[in-house]
């Protein structure tokens, strides 16, 4: 076994493991692939120096984006027709880029591995701080495919209102790592066994616990899945049938308490569509007693441009986009990455990030957190005023990425936030996944993708906090944290190996 791993085969066995990983997501929703995967990548690095492990988490990392980031080729081509080269090149140099990260892990792990009883945690750890800094930081923070997202469906999934999205991934690399370990060592096979059985049994009595509670009587709610395709969007000449299509399909459901309506459904910046459209509008949501949460685009006074959520009815508000989408509302690394995508001729927007302390906006009579796009994917984002919230709102359009495997990514992030802030959490995209997720991360009522769907149902409102919402990321990352300084200070201090030898 060992002379294999350390082979050539095991380079080609590590973009292999790497696919596994992905594998464990939406769509294919093979969860406990991700165990076997990070327990054949922390295998891989043993004894294997530092130059040889970076390549291998390399390759892993080329094998885990190759596929899970697949849609990205399908945004610039599908929609774009912008031929082939650049888009496939841009889409390598793009997963290239992403795979670098598990690069890192293999680096930092090959550095400060100490051969303690406790390097299956070291790993685990240095994978998740990784994983931190590239869901939070690196180009604004891209949390997808994170490894706690895997395990919705599975025990582990009681870690969530606990722990959140870090916490509970720690457990997941913990239980890898541990399987690993039964491997290398016979030594404290027993106890690893155990540590693992106590893992998976924590995770399923926290299941449970109900962390929020009930507050107040149920809402019957409209989601509004308009279905247009990305191509006929914007086109000036289709504007009016789409405010058409949206206007008929909410007056069939007046007897709704709340509807919604996708991100940017309104192709229009709102002085546009005001006077003529928006006033009457919410004049006739009024008299049924309704409410509307729409999206469009608004542009203030001074000319700043904002991706913004609009509240019509007794209670009318705007929130404006916090979390801007890279490449998609703004253009990092200019100006390579403008003049690249303008030989592809692919059109973005330039948009400014909204006020971080906005007021919640209320609707049917009570405050809920609003998401646009992949803001969703940002758990601390959305516990942030969740105490005052009775539900949860995500519009989005993932109508760029048609066809691929991203609408089901996307989805099984939001189900995340739902889960960690027991808030019941209503998402309706342009395309789909449109979905009414419960407090438990269950989805309870699911649009079917690419068609025109009004999906109606009831939900309730919820109060509470769940620990994860009281707590946040900070205390998960200190330890994970305190335990890489840990491994630093053993390895060179107390045996007395320097950070720069391999």
Not at 126 to 142: K, P
Not at 209 to 222: F, Q
Not at 378 to 404: C, P
Request: glycine letters at 8%.
């Amino acid at each position: 076994m060992e002379k294999f791993l350390k082979s050539a085969w095991g380079d080609v066995f590590a973009v292999i493991a790497g696919v596994l990983f992905t594998l464990a997501f939406a769509p294919f929703d093979y969860a406990y692939l991700v165990f076997i995967a990070l327990a054949f990548f922390r295998l891989s690095l043993i004894d294997l120096g530092v130059k040889r492990s970076t390549l291998r988490g390399f390759l892993f990392g080329l094998g885990l984006f190759g596929l899970g980031v697949s849609w990205v080729f399908v945004s610039l081509v599908v929609n774009q027709q912008s031929g082939l080269a650049l888009p496939v090149l841009m889409t390598f140099l793009y997963c290239s880029f992403w795979a670098i990260f598990p690069a890192i892990v293999a680096f930092l792990y090959a550095k400060i591995c100490v051969n303690s009883k406790i390097d299956w945690l070291i790993f685990a750890c240095v994978w998740m701080f990784v994983e931190y800094i590239r869901g939070e930081w690196a180009l604004g923070g891209f949390p997808w495919l994170q490894v706690a997202y895997s395990q919705l469906e599975t025990p582990l999934t009681g870690y969530a209102p606990v722990l959140g999205v870090y916490g509970s991934g720690l457990v997941v690399t913990m239980i890898s790592a541990l399987m690993a370990e039964l491997f290398i060592t016979s030594t404290y096979r027993i106890r690893n066994l155990l540590v693992i059985i106590c893992l998976f049994s924590t995770g399923v009595l926290l299941q449970s616990v109900s962390w929020t509670d009930v507050s107040g009587k149920p809402l019957k709610v409209s989601l509004i899945q308009g279905n247009i395709a990305q191509k006929d969007k914007w086109a000036v000449e289709n504007r009016n049938a789409t405010l058409k299509q949206y206007y008929d399909d909410t007056a069939a459901h007046w007897q709704s308490d709340l509807i919604l309506w996708p991100e940017t459904a309104i192709p229009a910046y709102f002085n546009d569509v005001k006077q003529d459209y928006l006033l009457p509008l919410e004049q006739e949501a009024q008299v049924h007693h309704t409410d509307i949460i729409t999206s469009l685009p608004y542009k203030d006074k001074d000319g700043k441009l904002y991706n913004s959520v609009l509240v019509l009815g007794e209670n009318r508000g705007i929130y404006k986009k916090i979390h801007l989408l890279p490449f998609g509302e703004y253009l990092p690394w200019q100006p390579v990455s403008g003049y690249i995508l303008g030989l592809m001729n692919v059109r973005l927007g330039r948009f400014s990030s909204g006020e971080i302390d906005q007021p919640l906006l209320k609707a049917a009579g009570h405050h809920f957190v609003t998401s646009i796009c992949y803001e969703d994917a940002f758990g601390e984002q959305s516990i942030r005023y969740v105490e005052q919230a009775k539900f949860l709102v995500n519009v989005t359009n993932d109508g760029w990425f048609d066809g691929s495997i991203e609408p089901y990514q996307h989805m099984q992030i939001a189900r995340m936030r739902a889960l960690e802030s027991g808030r019941y959490l209503l998402r309706v995209t342009n395309t789909g996944v449109s979905a009414i997720v419960d407090d438990k991360g269950k989805v309870t009522k699911q649009a079917a993708i690419m068609e025109r769907v009004v999906l109606t149902s009831d939900i309730r409102p919820m109060s509470g906090l769940t620990p994860y919402a009281r707590i946040g990321d900070k205390p998960v990352i200190f330890f994970i944290v305190l335990i890489i300084c840990y491994s630093l200070v053993s390895r060179y201090y107390f045996r007395c190996e320097g950070w720069f030898h391999g």
